[in-house]
């Protein structure tokens, strides 16, 4: 009897692998579609017929590493990206904390005006960020970038953490506050590692919105020495060679990497943010 449990168990365990494997699949088919395209000539991209068995190439692997200069585009948006999360992690934890443990005038107000600045359009602000970045010498450079992404994300993680602070009990905090620690300490101590997780979350949202930004790239960016790979994208669709599919597909796939791997990194307090605080008001 001990046995056929076993065996209905392993069977299980098998089924419910083979389940998760074929799903994983399904998830990854775009990906691998991408990396497929990257490693094929343009010719059979773009011909009319379609090409069931074919011919692997690293013509585009070449092109974007010899004739791109895609290893500084990858620097630029590495250093922008961390730059801009740190940026909104030390404004965002203080600013949480105040919104979800003190009372004052106006508290609810701010919360939510500090949330609203997300729905505004980015058009509207373009110009301005435009003059404004030109006037302080900053155009065209990492730190530019890393402040406009920090603006743009820093009102959504801090709502995130403000959620996430909102389930920690006061209790903990009314019990250090006796033995005499300070409200900075308790914020680093207590505060910070109970709700490392939701950070953590932020910080990945926070981190694939920056990879994503395209219009304030752009914009700021004026020549190649602070594109990132976002803008380096639209390197390959004009011009006198048209449209370069395969070298779109492959740097689309080298900025897929990194989020991945960072994802794969931390899915334990990523899964573990995700569910926690997300219904708080």
């Not at 069977?11 to 389940?19: G, K, P």
């Not at 990906?31 to 395209?37: A, E, G, H």
């Not at 105040?98 to 005038?105: A, C, G, H, N, Q």
Request: proline share 5%; with cysteine.
């Amino acid at each position: 009897m001990a046995s056929m449990r076993k065996k209905s168990r392993g069977d299980n365990l098998v089924l419910r692998y083979a389940i998760l494997g074929a799903w994983a699949l399904v998830c990854l088919l775009p990906v691998l579609w991408f990396l497929s395209i990257g490693l094929r000539p343009r010719t059979e991209i773009i011909t009319p017929q379609p090409i069931y068995w074919p011919t692997f190439s690293l013509d585009a692997w070449h092109m974007i590493w010899s004739d791109w200069p895609m290893a500084r585009y990858l620097r630029n948006s590495v250093l922008a990206i961390i730059g801009s999360v740190l940026i909104d992690l030390v404004l965002a934890i203080p600013a949480a904390y105040s919104l979800s443990r003190y009372t004052y005038r106006g508290r609810d107000d701010i919360g939510f005006y500090i949330l609203s600045t997300r729905m505004m359009a980015p058009a509207i602000v373009a110009i301005p960020i435009f003059f404004l970045f030109r006037n302080a010498g900053l155009l065209d450079t990492i730190w530019a970038l890393m402040l406009i992404y920090a603006a743009i994300n820093l009102s959504f993680v801090t709502w995130i953490i403000r959620s996430y602070m909102l389930d920690i009990p006061k209790e903990l905090e009314d019990a250090a506050r006796t033995d005499g620690a300070s409200d900075l300490r308790i914020l680093w101590e207590i505060i910070i590692p109970a709700i490392l997780p939701g950070i953590i979350t932020a910080s990945v949202i926070a981190m694939i919105f920056a990879i994503n930004e395209f219009l304030f790239t752009l914009l700021i960016a004026s020549t190649s020495q602070a594109y990132t790979m976002s803008v380096a994208l639209a390197n390959f669709t004009g011009g006198s060679d048209g449209v370069i599919y395969n070298a779109i597909a492959l740097v689309a796939f080298l900025a897929f990497v990194p989020v991945f791997i960072v994802v794969v990194a931390i899915q334990k307090h990523l899964s573990r943010g995700l569910t926690m605080g997300a219904v708080k008001g």
